[in-house]
């Protein structure tokens, strides 16, 4: 059975491209158009991997990094970022929310920042799925 | 969500929507002085109004000429957004098309803000952002607390304060919206330093009266006006209550110049007749003409 992979952008264009990518490369995709329906989607579909936005409605990405990553059900799910938010700003803010007393959280699994390349994409996923 | 249905006042959640020439970056940086009232998400929203981008009648809009705009917008507010990142506020975006008064609305109920801010220039540039129609439409149909932000005219520029709450002046007239106002500003200790609570009696409540009548008038106005300053003063903020007699705008606005004012406060919407009075002209004519920055809060 193919690998799910949950894509959480609010973004239409990059939903449909990273589907693309995912169906090209063997996988099967799951839809959310941000960090509230993200959530839902991977309590209903388990997902083996997210593909995650940053700066979205209702919830923004890091929210969502931040509930997985200190949820022991699912704080092993890989997450792989893809925004136009840069890398430093998202590490600097999980620096900021664990000094105002959140859980401290690890690193994503990889960060992309947008736009990229489709290759890169697919090659960064199949790294951590393996 | 509607009024009924929502939660304590309070400002955890705005939505700050702006064309980025009426309200940018630093008008945005000013607000977060809310962090001490509990405002940790922002939700960033720029409107594309459709005439923006509209083609020929009947031909829709211009699609690329939209994503164009919609690209500039995103440009911004990502910028915008990493810095708030990471100060650790959680922050939204909506870059979308449409009628702005109707956008704005949805995307509050989507997110059920707390609060809409909203870009109002001086009088003179007015045309180029929204305008005060629209502004007036979305008073009348939103149940949220409104700040309509400006720049305040200083010594010949336009500036904002450091602390828009800093001093802050409460109009009240006792109606249920402006008892909401008192509430939603007890939530305000450590953002305002000073609350000067004003009433503006309508001369014709003194018209024919005695002295000894006007004096009883001056004290019970005074006596209702303390015991709201009692209700800050007990929150920790201090308070102090002005009675004013005249035309209720030109005295809000003499008495925000008085009290070196950082922000006006009104009630908004109401049913009885008198309040209706006070809705239908007091608050619109200071969102309209005010050269401060107005908060329009309506009865929960």
């Not at chain 1, 997210?50 to 200190?70: A, F």
């Not at chain 2, 005439?51 to 440009?75: P, Q």
Request: glycine residues 6%; proline residues 4%; charged residues 30%.
């Amino acid at each position: 059975m193919s690998k799910k992979v949950l894509v959480v952008d609010d973004d239409p264009d990059v939903r449909l491209f990273t589907q693309t990518v995912l169906e090209e490369n063997g996988y099967t995709p799951v839809l959310a158009k941000n960090g509230e329906e993200g959530e839902a989607a991977v309590r209903k579909d388990k997902p083996d991997l997210i593909v995650l936005d940053v700066l979205m409605p209702k919830e923004s990405g890091i929210r969502l990094y931040r509930n997985m990553k200190t949820d022991k059900k699912f704080k092993n799910i890989p997450i792989v970022m893809l925004s136009g938010i840069a890398e430093k700003s998202f590490l600097r803010s999980q620096k900021v929310l664990t000094e105002f007393g959140g859980d401290p959280v690890p690193d994503p699994e990889a960060y992309l920042e947008k736009p990229v390349d489709g290759e890169v994409l697919a090659d960064t996923i199949k790294k951590i799925l393996g | 969500m509607n009024a009924k249905t929502r939660k304590n006042p309070d400002f955890h959640k705005m939505l700050f929507v702006t064309k980025f020439e009426e309200l940018g970056f630093d008008a945005l940086q000013s607000l977060l002085v809310l962090r001490g009232a509990g405002l940790n998400h922002v939700v960033l929203m720029n409107v594309i109004e459709r005439d923006r981008v509209a083609m020929h009648r009947g031909l829709g809009y211009d699609k690329t000429e939209a994503r164009k705009l919609r690209e500039i917008a995103n440009i911004r507010f990502i910028d915008w957004a990493e810095s708030l990142f990471e100060k650790g506020m959680e922050v939204g975006e909506y870059i979308v098309v449409g009628n702005m008064v109707s956008q704005v609305l949805h995307a509050a109920e989507e997110e059920n803000a707390d609060f809409i801010v909203i870009g109002q220039r001086s009088k003179k540039m007015m045309e180029y952002f929204y305008s005060g129609d629209d502004i007036i439409e979305l008073l009348r149909r939103t149940d949220r607390p409104v700040l309509i932000y400006k720049h305040l005219e200083s010594n010949g520029c336009e500036c904002l304060p450091d602390n828009p709450f800093a001093r802050t002046l409460l109009a009240v007239d006792w109606s249920p919206a402006s008892l909401s106002a008192v509430e939603y500003l007890k939530t305000l200790k450590h953002v305002a330093q000073e609350i000067s609570v004003i009433h503006v009696a309508a001369p014709g409540e003194l018209k024919g009266a005695s002295n000894m009548a006007i004096q009883g008038l001056r004290k019970e106005k005074r006596g209702r006006m303390e015991q709201i300053c009692d209700i800050f003063e007990a929150e920790g903020i201090s308070a102090r209550c002005h009675l004013y007699v005249g035309e209720s705008i030109k005295e809000i606005e003499r008495a925000a110049r008085e009290f070196n004012a950082t922000m006006i406060v009104l009630g908004s919407s109401g049913t009885s007749a008198w309040t209706e009075r006070w809705l239908g002209s007091t608050p619109r004519a200071i969102v309209e003409k005010s050269g401060y920055p107005v908060l329009v809060i309506p009865k929960t």
